[in-house]
């Protein structure tokens, strides 16, 4: 079986910045894109910021320049560095990752459990 635990959410007061992580443990054999996705109360879960495998990022319009996303493929570990937050980007954030495991030989996508994000004064 595959996991994603995730950390590093909490409370943080506008401007301020957070660290978030997700490692990825089990039966891997490889993985691909990795993700952040976040869902705000009565929203739709968005996507924040993507790596695929060779390095390259996207980002959502609303996090350009403020949030970096980066991995390190030898530890299955994705991280989104989030600067300068507004109380809009008050969400849970979910880690997305793309992986290939032993037990079920195929590409799937499997999330995390999600970390609470408030941006708050």
């Known amino acids: 079986q595959v996991q994603l635990v995730e950390s590093g959410g909490g409370l943080v007061q506008p401007g301020g910045s957070l660290r978030l992580s997700c490692v990825a443990s089990?039966?891997?054999?490889?993985?691909?894109?990795m993700a952040w996705y976040r869902q705000a109360p009565g929203k739709e879960r968005e996507l924040v910021a993507s790596v695929i495998r060779g390095g390259s990022t996207n980002y959502g319009d609303s996090v350009k320049g403020r949030f970096t996303i980066s991995r390190d493929t030898a530890k299955n570990t994705v991280a989104l560095q989030m600067n300068s937050l507004k109380p809009e980007d008050t969400a849970v954030y979910y880690c997305?990752?793309?992986?290939?495991?032993?037990?079920?030989?195929?590409?799937?996508?499997?999330w995390g459990q999600g970390t609470q994000v408030t941006v708050s004064s």
């Open positions: 089990g039966m891997i054999i490889s993985v691909s894109t």
């Open positions: 997305n990752v793309e992986m290939f495991t032993q037990d079920t030989r195929a590409w799937n996508e499997y």
